[in-house]
């Protein structure tokens, strides 16, 4: 899991340590354990998110863990093209290569440590999958999507795609140099990230050393989860116990701490986890396939509109488009956090 690594971690910025007398440690209201599935093609994922509420995710709504695998040639799958209207999805590759190409002009090759950052928004169709050359070689594949929701005032936005490169991504490191943390967008002790979001959010990458305590300064207006991606630790001021493939989901408070437990496994020596959180939406939320809106009604109206060709045109053959990552009913959420 290399994405992005430096040789001198002592070298970088350091993320300043919350002051005690002022913090408000949080604690963990949850841990979830993700289940495996298939997506697109037949590709493995891990649903970082199944279990929780809508409401507690709020603003995210959806995140798989694809991978990680190690193709044989002729194995590796991808998406054919498909619709997505009401939010945005972000592609974080740690692992492999990834090709991207979207109705609106936007995409292209991602690969260890870069993001690609699509806004659906009003509407678009895209096509995600390995190059040739994975497929025909093989290889290892890992990597992260997130869905990030958009508030009913920006469901409406043109679509946009952002190419984030690893080297763009903010490195920072813990004061004792025993993590070190990517910030990939939002901000953390004043560090920020390249990502330019719609809906205030921090995402983060952090690899922990065995016995090393990573504590961060949290907007106390944000959700925060924590997902690990591989190794063993602990999470929350109380260290409750986490392992690879878990989701710790927190509760109130300006400061979330994450620990490494002092031995992993040999093929993960370290713990690494993604850190994410936003300002909640507080929206009604409905929910089905590849379309993110407020009402059962608007869900209904974006597959007649993508029925009818008006979420854009595929610039290639036409390949027949799929559900991805969603149930199969319309799912919805009130403030409330009611279903």
Known sequence: MPAVTVPDITVLPRITQPDP??????????????????????????????????ADLDPFVHMDQMGEVEYSPGEAKGTPWHPHRGFETVTYMMDGTFEHSDSNGGGGVITNGDTQWMTAGAGILHIERPPEALIVAGGLFHGIQLWVNLPRAMKWSPPRYQDLRASEVALVSSPDG??????????????????????PMTY???????TARLVLPWRPDHNALVYVLAGEGSVGAERRPIREGQLALFGPGSAIAVEAAPVQASRTPDLDVLVLGGRPIREPVAWMGPFVMNTRDE????????????????????????????PDTVVESRRDGAH
């Open 204 to 210: 983060l990458h952090a690899t922990i050393s065995p």
């Open 21 to 54: 007398l002022a913090t408000v440690h949080r604690r963990v209201v949850s841990v979830t354990s993700a289940p495996s599935a298939f997506e697109g093609e037949g590709f493995p994922v891990r649903r970082a998110f199944w279990g929780v509420d809508l």
């Open 299 to 326: 869900v209904v109206q974006a597959f007649e509109d993508y029925r009818a060709g008006r979420l854009g045109s595929i610039p290639v053959v036409r390949a027949g488009a799929t559900v991805h990552g969603a």
């Open 178 to 199: 025993g993590a070190l943390v990517r910030v990939i967008a939002g901000e953390v002790g004043g560090h920020r990230g390249p990502g330019s979001t719609y809906t």
